[in-house]
């Protein structure tokens, strides 16, 4: 059975099919990449799955079952976890609150026990401050840990963000762009710390991302969305070469190798 | 040490204030306060004749200020006759604020620096309930003193302490979850009526109410009852924001928040048998100082328990990005009836506490006066913080009484107050700071 399991999923907004047909399975430990022009759906996919929106049509399944209908933070806390393209990070909290926040779900003292300060709620928070520096620690965010995610420079955010992520625990994770407006170096960092949290985890990845030479060292699957249509899939050099593929980006937008 | 001398180059305010109060932990201002209410009590009367002031000051000589500019106003723009040797009251009040609480609280507080750090220093050695019951029973013991020398300081103290309960409240929803809510006052209405209907309804005649229907002695102690049972129909009430809050926001909730408020406030219009416009009066007096002091201690103590916790920590997500917390396993629905809940909760409480100050209410006391009030506290003050509820709900009630004689224009000079704080500190005087118990309450200087 595939980790994540999605069946013909459409969704319009008004009159424009913005998805048809989406198909995609993700086996546990697999880096999956989506790419494809701007205003493709790209995006569209992710928030389909997370359930931002709800599909017209299809099933999302996670290990079976069908998650379509949930609340997306029920889906986050089921174990799809997600970045954001323009990271989305909140801009009042510290870096240590933000990996803490990740751990909502998994608190149990209630209510009461934050109006009444609990023996209970000082053991989670504590337990939940440990583990969030544990994250932080693995993406080189800790020394940042009381500062608010406004001050750090671009890479530090986006490693905080994936460390917020992946403290919810999730099974399979949807990547949005992790390497936009990043310089080759970075681009390079970034690389290999989805490596690292794919082998530290175990989890499986996919990925939307405009930069082929990041799909090609990352992914061993890769679609290739136009207009709400997979036009292609495969390999990242099948993809790449496929003369429909770059007749669709040919004209729009230069390829980064 | 490096810090604390670097503090007194500072220029402004701040190096001022720590030229001559530096160094001295919360315990040392308080006992500075402490010696300065019992000192007014023994020389304040003297010393008010000696410097020719009509009475004793009652708000450190503000009022005083503040009446004579009042008359030269009026003099201005009404041609209303001023006695000139009134002007003497500003220097001579000036005076009595310097000998009364300025002089005293530097001498005091530069006296015993060293002891109180180092008695704040042990007090850290032992639980932290401990430290906050000293300075709980020092504050206590300040505003006790303080406001026993006039009923006019009782009333004001105690209506400020209401505030400083409201606003935090507000702020809750205001500030930690970054809604425009416009309903408190009428959460404070639903409190009110409700806390009095309980109280004015079990244990009073009452010509609206009926007599009593019980008339237990010691009935008092059912006042904290009466409290919850306001507090808890606010929360109820509070369900009719909350549930358009999942969909809208911004200025959509406003408009509806105040719709409720309307709705509230011509619902208790037309409730003959809750008084109507004329209101309830005569509810006992519950609300001393004591039960005041004890009710907004807790409150405070349970609001700033909440914000700290990652429960409370995810109104701030909700705020600054809705879709990220969702992503994040934050339950955003319940984030924010629980903000609207809780929150109307304590302003529930707090208008059943002003209803027993006062021992009179009615529908026109929470209209949109009232809101103004409260939001120019939250805003005033400063949003996502204790302190600035604190400071923002002390300074506006402060003012609204030291601008009283000033009658019309003080409607002029506090929102102009406004602006300026909005223009240059759009987010409130102390915005986002945590208020942690012991780091206030802790010594200040390590040497």
């Known amino acids: 059975m595939p980790l994540l399991d999605v069946k013909d999923m459409s969704h319009s907004f008004g009159g424009l099919k913005a998805v048809s047909n989406y198909n995609l399975t993700l086996e546990p430990g697999q880096i999956g990449g989506l790419i494809g022009p701007n205003g493709a759906g790209k995006t569209t996919i992710f928030n389909l799955i997370t359930g931002i929106y709800k599909p017209d049509e299809g099933e999302v399944r996670l290990e079976g079952t069908n998650v379509v209908g949930q609340r997306s933070n029920q889906i986050a806390a089921l174990g799809i976890g997600r970045t954001f393209q323009e990271m989305r990070l909140w801009r009042h909290m510290t870096v240590l609150e933000h990996v803490k926040m990740a751990r909502y779900s998994k608190l149990s003292y209630g209510l009461f026990g934050a109006?009444?300060?609990?023996?209970?709620?000082?053991?989670?928070?504590?337990?939940?401050?440990?583990?969030?520096?544990?994250?932080?620690?693995?993406?080189?965010?800790?020394?940042?840990?009381?500062?608010?995610?406004?001050n750090l420079p671009y890479g530090a955010q986006r490693r905080v963000e994936m460390a917020r992520a992946l403290a919810t625990e999730p099974k399979v994770l949807l990547l949005d762009e992790p390497t936009v407006g990043m310089t080759p170096e970075e681009m390079v960092d970034m690389i290999s710390v989805v490596r690292k949290a794919h082998e530290r985890f175990n989890l499986a990845i996919f990925l939307i991302e405009h930069r082929l030479r990041v799909v090609r060292e990352l992914c061993q699957h890769v679609q290739a969305l136009v207009f709400g249509q997979v036009l292609v899939e495969g390999t990242p050099?099948?993809?790449?070469?496929?003369?429909?593929?770059?007749?669709?980006?040919?004209?729009?937008?230069?390829?980064?190798f | 040490m490096a810090a604390t001398s670097e503090l007194k180059q500072q220029k402004g305010f701040k190096g001022l204030y720590f030229r001559f109060y530096g160094g001295a932990p919360l315990l040392g201002v308080l006992l500075g306060f402490l010696v300065c209410t019992l000192w007014e009590m023994i020389i304040g009367e003297a010393l008010a004749s000696v410097l020719l002031l009509p009475k004793m000051p009652i708000l450190f000589g503000l009022v005083t200020m503040s009446k004579v500019f009042a008359g030269l106003?009026?003099?201005?723009?009404?041609?209303t006759p001023f006695e000139w040797f009134t002007l003497i009251h500003v220097?001579?009040?000036?005076?009595?604020?310097?000998?009364?609480?300025?002089?005293?609280?530097?001498?005091?507080?530069?006296?015993?620096?060293?002891?109180?750090?180092?008695?704040?220093?042990?007090?850290?050695?032992?639980p932290l309930i401990v430290t906050v019951l000293v300075h709980l029973g020092f504050m206590y013991a300040i505003f006790h003193f303080w406001a026993e020398l006039s009923d006019y300081r009782l009333i004001s103290l105690k209506l400020?302490?209401?505030?400083?309960?409201?606003?935090?409240?507000?702020?809750i929803i205001n500030g930690y979850m970054g809604e425009f809510s416009c309903s408190h006052p009428g959460f404070m209405a639903v409190g009110a009526y409700m806390s009095s209907f309980f109280t004015v309804g079990l244990f009073v005649n009452d010509k609206v109410l009926g007599d009593a229907v019980l008339g237990i002695p010691l009935a008092f102690l059912s006042f904290p009852l009466a409290l919850i049972f306001g507090g808890l129909c606010a929360s109820a009430s509070a369900l009719i924001v909350a549930i358009p809050s999942f969909r809208t926001r911004g200025d959509y909730l406003a408009i509806i928040s105040l719709a409720f408020l309307f709705i509230v406030k011509s619902f208790f219009e037309n409730m003959q048998s809750l008084g109507g416009s004329r209101g309830i009066m005569g509810q006992p007096d519950w609300a001393t100082l004591p039960v005041i002091f004890i009710v907004v201690v807790i409150g405070v103590w349970a609001i700033n328990n909440f914000v700290n916790s990652t429960l409370g920590k995810a109104l701030n997500a909700v705020r600054d990005d809705e879709m990220a917390a969702d992503a994040m396993t934050v339950d955003t629905r319940k984030t924010k009836m629980v903000a609207f809940l809780f929150g109307a909760f304590w302003a529930g409480l707090a208008g059943g506490l002003l209803a027993h100050v006062l021992r009179f209410i009615n529908p026109a006391m929470f209209g949109i006066q009232k809101l103004a009030e409260v939001l120019a506290m939250v805003y005033f003050g400063g949003l996502n913080s204790v302190y600035g509820s604190i400071v923002g709900a002390v300074s506006i009630s402060l003012l609204g009484e030291v601008l009283r004689p000033l009658e019309i224009l003080k409607w002029i000079f506090i929102p102009l107050l406004l602006i300026l704080v909005m223009i240059y500190r759009?987010?409130?005087?102390?915005?986002?700071?945590?208020?942690?118990?012991?780091?206030?309450?802790g010594p200040k200087e390590v040497d």
């Open chain 1, 115 to 150: 109006f009444l300060d609990s023996p209970k709620r000082r053991r989670e928070e504590e337990a939940s401050t440990e583990l969030a520096m544990e994250y932080m620690q693995l993406f080189g965010v800790d020394q940042y840990a009381d500062q608010l995610v406004v």
């Open chain 1, 237 to 256: 050099d099948e993809v790449q070469n496929h003369p429909k593929v770059i007749e669709a980006y040919i004209g729009e937008q230069e390829i980064d």
């Open chain 2, 160 to 171: 400020t302490l209401v505030a400083v309960l409201l606003t935090l409240s507000l702020n």
């Open chain 2, 91 to 126: 220097p001579m009040a000036m005076i009595y604020f310097a000998v009364v609480y300025a002089v005293p609280l530097a001498v005091v507080i530069r006296l015993t620096g060293r002891t109180a750090n180092a008695v704040a220093r042990s007090l850290q050695q032992l």
């Open chain 2, 426 to 441: 759009p987010t409130g005087l102390v915005a986002f700071r945590e208020f942690d118990v012991r780091k206030a309450f």
């Open chain 2, 73 to 79: 106003i009026n003099l201005v723009i009404k041609d």
